[in-house]
Structure formats: C-alpha cells, structure tokens
T-cell receptor, first 112, second 115 residues
Framework: AQSVTQLGSHVSVSEGALVLLRCNYS??????LFWYVQYPNQGLQLLLK??????LVKGINGFEAEFKKSETSFHLTKPSAHMSDAAEYFC??????????FGQGTELSVKP | NAGVMQNPRHLVRRRGQEARLRCSPMKGHSHVYWYRQLPEEGLKFMVY????????ESGMPKERFSAEFPKEGPSILRIQQVVRGDSAAYFC?????????????FGPGTRLTVL
C-alpha cells in the first residue's frame, strides 16, 4: 500500500528565509510524486511533480523538490519565502489505480 | 479552456436532508475523481468515475453516499440523510484519461455545512 507522511503540520518562517517542507512516501512501485498548494477557501493547485527523469524538479513560484529514492523523500524547498507563500501544502503519491494519496498537509506561515 | 467547475461552492443542509454536489470536468476530460477534506485533515479519495462507469469506489462510505457521471452532464456526488460528520470540503478533479499517468486538475471545491 502507498502512503505519504508530511513531517510537521505547521511550519513558520520569516520572510526571506528558506522554506523546507518535508515529505516521505511509501511505495512498492516507482512513485509519481506531487506537491499541491491550497490557499484559503480555494482548490488545489499543482506546484510541481516528479514522474521520471531528473530527480530535482522545479515548479511554479520558485519552489523545487528533490526525489531521493534512498531516503524515500520528496521535500519541497524555496530559497526565500514571500508573504504570498502562506498557504497549506500537500504532498501526494499517485496510485497506479488512478487516485492520489495525500499527506495530511503542512500549513506554512510567513512572518514579516 | 475553462477549468474544473464545481457547484455550489457552499452548501448548507440540515441533518437528514440530501446534498447534491456537481462537478463539470475540463473540456476533453473523461475521468472524474472525488475527494473529501475533513477539517484539519488532508484530502481522502472517495471515488473514481469515467463516463457512465464507476472505476473505483473504495473510498466511498458504504451507506448514504453515491456518485455518477452520466453520458451527458456533470458528475454528481449525492449524500442522503446528511449528518454533522459529513461537513467537509468536497473536491472534484478531472483528467484526460490517456497515457500511463494522468494529471488531475482540481476544482475549487464545495464546502458542505450540516447544521
């Protein structure tokens, strides 16, 4: 069975500081991995995805994530946080049957 | 190209009433997925449908919940005799349904409140 664990339900950073949101997955097959962002009272927007190929994936809004098979991780980073980055972030793994398995989410707060 | 449409965006029901949530997939998409987000939790898969077929309903509660995706018209998630525990955000996603991996595009969600 596939699963996703996001370490830390709340992360707070100062504006301009590094953002690191952690995601570990469990999968018996090569995983397809995703990060989504959800702004208050809105739907989910795809930030980036890893399917095959390069393990460092760049997404929108300056975010990137690195797939590390040996660590079963897919952590999301951004070098410099902006106030507009405050949102909920979800890591997900694609189940070969067609559905996405989500982590419980990490709420990112950005302090001025 | 319009995105995934969901309506209503907010729905208030009293206990025992029925809730009907609608989802219009993106143009050209024939696969629809429903997810539920309970307060303070991540999204949980409910059901996966193609036109006129339920592919996977392993996440659907056994009672009171049903889903359909008719040949014409939107996909409908129906909750009968709602209870307070049904209060949640319900998200629909669609995909084109081709290839090994199908990216899912999410709608804005319907927020159901049961009084």
């Amino acid at each position: 069975a596939q699963s996703v664990t996001q370490l830390g339900s709340h992360v707070s950073v100062s504006e301009g500081a590094l953002v690191l949101l952690r995601c570990n997955y469990s999968s018996s097959v090569p995983p397809y991995l995703f990060w989504y962002v959800q702004y208050p009272n809105q739907g989910l927007q795809l930030l980036l995805k890893y399917t095959t190929g390069a393990t460092l994936v760049k997404g929108i809004n300056g975010f990137e994530a690195e797939f590390k098979k040996s660590e079963t991780s897919f952590h999301l980073t951004k070098p410099s946080a902006h106030m507009s980055d405050a949102a909920e972030y979800f890591c997900a793994v694609y189940n070969q049957g067609g559905k996405l398995i989500f982590g419980q989410g990490t709420e990112l707060s950005v302090k001025p | 190209n319009a995105g995934v449409m969901q309506n209503p965006r907010h729905l208030v029901r009293r206990r025992g009433q029925e809730a009907r949530l609608r989802c219009s997939p993106m143009k050209g998409h024939s696969h629809v997925y429903w997810y539920r987000q309970l307060p303070e939790e991540g999204l949980k898969f409910m059901v996966y449908l193609q036109k006129e077929n339920i592919i996977d309903e392993s996440g659907m509660p056994k009672e009171r919940f049903s889903a359909e995706f008719p040949k014409e018209g939107p996909s409908i998630l129906r909750i009968q005799q709602v209870v307070r525990g049904d209060s949640a955000a319900y998200f629909c996603a669609s995909s084109p349904g081709t290839g090994l991996y199908n990216e899912q595009f999410f709608g804005p969600g319907t927020r159901l409140t049961v009084l």
